[in-house]
């Protein structure tokens, strides 16, 4: 790991986090932002210390400027071992965040309907096809259209709904077939990959 990387470190040992908060207790003007960065690299792999990492920041910060990333990191982490309510909740706070400072974006407006729509949590259907409507105007990615989609086809077939979810399935399969971003320099961004065959399979059953 560079030197100027210390704090986006993907391994964690209990040397690693001694040499992580020593450089961090150092850090004048950025220590908040380190942190977040820190949890959100070790949400997927490590989620208990990216968790932890996060509650320091809450405990610790100076501003709310990262507190859409702490957050993002929570979510994750949380997905990751299986809590379901909490990081529902997490994903919740980020989008509150979002609407009071629109400047800072997540992906938020898609994860949390199309975690809601896999995971079958009819309470917070109301919630999530309400988020799809009023951020639908910030769709830039193929994934990001695909899990739109997606959620809205799933809920929309949990409720009986099987004109709407057909649609919907359609167009999450067109999204799930793109194969270049449209962005020039980072024509794999964005895209749906083999993590998503399974919601396909849903979604082709949906459309036929």
Known sequence: MAADNWFRQTNWTEQIEREFFAKLSKSRTQRDQYLAIQAMTLADTQPEVALRLVDTYFKTKTTKFDDVRALDARAKANQVLGRVAQSVSAMKEILEAERDHPNFKTNTFTDFPYFVAVNRLSSEYDAALKTLIDRE??????????????????????????????????????????????FRYHQDLGLVDERFTDVVAKLTRIAT
């Open 137 to 182: 105007a910030d769709l830039a990615f193929p994934i990001n259209r695909f899990k739109w989609h997606a959620a809205m086809s799933i809920i929309h077939s949990e409720r009986d709904d099987l004109t709407l979810a057909k649609v919907h399935a359609k167009l999450a399969i067109d999204a799930a077939s793109v194969v270049d971003s449209g």
